[in-house]
């Protein structure tokens, strides 16, 4: 995308009546942003998931102002409150513990009661660490589509891979890192050699990024005594459909096994061969 010219400013970013969604750093504190620093300052009430960790960065840069938790926890009620003193005409800066707020974190109550009621929601861009693998991992980013956080159980991830498995964009997760060998082994049972990236701890002292297919990084981490950090999660785009000769009653069948319904499972088993679902429906018959 192409941009006119900067533009510099040095008068007061805030305004008052104002909800900010403010990006901070993922890891390394100097990548947060001047704009970000100068609304953080200026804001009357800074709402954050972990005022602990919050505290941190604004004692970092000298910043002393009121700090509120806002979390998932807390969310709906807390809502309410920040909405009134909005009202009230104070301007409020929103955070998460790291990266961009509502990217997997707390945040789309306040935001959409913010518009409902007329208050102006400003997004001050920063780190995000769904971007920052992308820009690295290798993968094709002309199309891509961030899913966040994978289920915890094997037989709900496989249903979500069953539903991307033909996706012709770079697909992006967060997962946890005590799941993420099972996570790996069910990408390398639905999606075959398609290719893998694993982010871990972006920007911080052990930044890692593995790459390879599934199979290739399941024996790579499995090689290690444990494994540790903030893990963002990439599959390459599928690149065409596999021919697949499985009888379609038996490809059904285990996707109900999966936990799938029956009417959605015969959309999916069509969709994969290039057949209308009456089709699929008369062949089961």
Known sequence: MRLGPFQVTFHRTTVNKTLYIVSTPIGNLEDITLRALRTLREADLIACEDTRQTRKLLDHYGIAKPVTSY???????????????????????????????LISDPGYRLVAAAIAAGIAVVPIPGPSAVTGALAAAGLGT?????????????SQRQKVFEELKHEACTLVFYEAPHRILETLEDIAAVMRT??????????????????????ELHVTLAARPSVKGEIT??????????????????????????????MDAIKQVAKARGLSKREVYKLTL
């Open 71 to 101: 979390h998932d926890h807390n969310e709906a009620a807390r809502t309410a409150e920040l909405i009134e003193r909005l009202e009230r005409g104070e301007n409020i800066a929103l955070v998460s513990d790291a990266g961009t707020p």
């Open 233 to 262: 999660l990439l599959i390459g785009k599928a690149e065409g459909v596999e021919e697949d000769d499985t009888p379609i009653e038996q490809s059904i069948r285990a996707l109900e096994t999966s936990g799938i319904s029956r």
């Open 194 to 215: 398609r290719p893998v990236v694993i982010a871990r701890e972006l920007t911080k002292l052990h930044e890692e990024f593995l790459r390879g297919t599934a199979a």
């Open 142 to 154: 002309d199309s891509f589509r961030f899913c966040g956080f994978l289920p915890p159980k094997t």
